[in-house]
């Protein structure tokens, strides 16, 4: 059925399904509040030595929502679960639409499978035991939720975020209230704070703590209206732009001005976790954590159903083989289930493969150093390490610290050599293990359409494929 010049998408996903107010839950969850102002505001504050860190985030709102205005209005033409794939597509053709899809399905996967080690590092330190054991429950939730019907992820998520945002707004609201300097300071709201050294660490921190918040477009088949999305992008920007400038100005007036960077470099401060704990008491600040490590799992789960769905699409471009665009049925109606067994199985792979190879995603992975002075710890031999994690418990470094001083895991004995980004005698990223990575899709014949029903993207003058809108010709 056509309208506006479209040619509607095949049916398959679960279509009108979702509300502006689900996809908003998927957008946020993405960018996982708590875990910005735990990890990401605390390692900027410490990582670039500049205060300003709060005056930031209103000048990469507004940058951002003047991509937002054509990403969203290009969604009203191009409703698609592989958003980028389809705008691309659409304006240079299906060869470019081709090259940004797995790339967009490289990032969003990598993502997720990432915060695996984070999220198995943090609980690890809480509870205890090795962090793929943890890594591996979180793997079992994941894939298990994947492949069922969106409505369910969706209740889930909003579970999870309203409970986040709301101790973010209690930890803000003790902060100005209880000042540290008696009064709410405004001066880390000054350009002044901002533009110094390292200020360009402090806008590549910042933006990178928007991602995910473009994901509800990767739901417009799913969507009851383009207003629907529209509402939820624009909502999601604005609402996390407002919450990540308060959030982290309330951090430098609950500290001091003055202390937080060097409070931020601290790891036994425990900001912001401590800080709770003062104001509302211990048993806040532990449910502060436990919300921490469910942030970071909202942000896998909606990473997850994004990659899955260019998963969907790129099986149904016949760029991947036809089981990639099986769809479920009943309690899974909808569900992209060939993307979400695919993303589940890389996911496992990669943790298992970590795991036997006694990979550490704990050691200086969570406390970058970017324009500014790196804290660096001493290790019993007096060697250098690497910076502590900025979410780490102090418990957890510990432990690590009395390992290494008993000799059980020296880097000594296993033939280590200086430096931070050296452990165990071998570089954190060796070149030998670099891949390339090059596919090569055969486009489907003139005029003709593959298994899954989707029309090629072969010769110029062809068909275009369903879900995108046809060339108009004067």
Known sequence: MRGHGTVAAPVGLARRTLSGAALFFFAVGASAPMTVLAGGVVATYAGTGVVGVPAAFPLVTAALALFTVSYVAMSRHVPHPGPLYAHVARGLGPGPGLAVAPLALLAYGAIEISLFGLIGVIVSGLLGGAWWVWALFAWLAIAALGVLHIAINARVLALLLVCEIAVVALFDVGAFTHPADGSVSVAPLLPGSLFADGVGGVFALSVAAFVGYESALAYGEEARGHGALARATFGSLLFIGVLYAVSSWALAVAVGPGRVVAAARD????????????????????????????????????????????????????????????????????????????????????????????????????????????????????????????????????????????????????????????????????????????GHARPARHGGAGRTGRAGLGRPGAPPARGLPRRRTR
């Not at 969907?312 to 009943?330: C, D, H, M, N, S």
């Not at 710890?377 to 290494?404: C, K, N, T």
């Not at 200086?418 to 670099?434: C, K, L, N, S, V």
């Open 267 to 438: 790891p036994e401060a425990g900001l912001p976790m401590s800080l709770l704990g003062q104001r509302y008491g211990p048993v806040i600040g532990v449910f502060a954590t436990l919300l921490l490590v469910t942030s970071i799992f909202a942000a896998m789960l909606s990473f997850h159903n994004t990659a899955a769905r260019y998963v969907f699409v790129l099986g149904r471009e016949r760029v991947l083989p036809a089981p990639f665009v099986r769809i479920g049925r009943g309690s899974r109606a909808g569900a992209p289930v060939g993307g979400s067994l695919l993303q589940s199985g890389v996911a496992l792979a990669v943790v298992t493969g970590c795991a036997v190879t006694g990979s550490d995603p704990g050691r200086g992975a969570v406390h970058p150093a970017v324009g500014g002075r790196r804290d660096r710890h001493h290790d019993p031999d007096g060697r250098h390490v690497a910076g502590r994690g900025a979410l780490l418990p102090p418990r957890w470094w510990h432990q690590r610290e009395r390992l290494d001083a008993r000799g059980g895991t020296t880097r000594r004995r296993r033939g280590g050599r200086r430096g931070a980004r050296h452990h165990g005698g071998q570089p954190a990223f060796p070149a030998r293990h670099a891949a390339r990575v090059a």
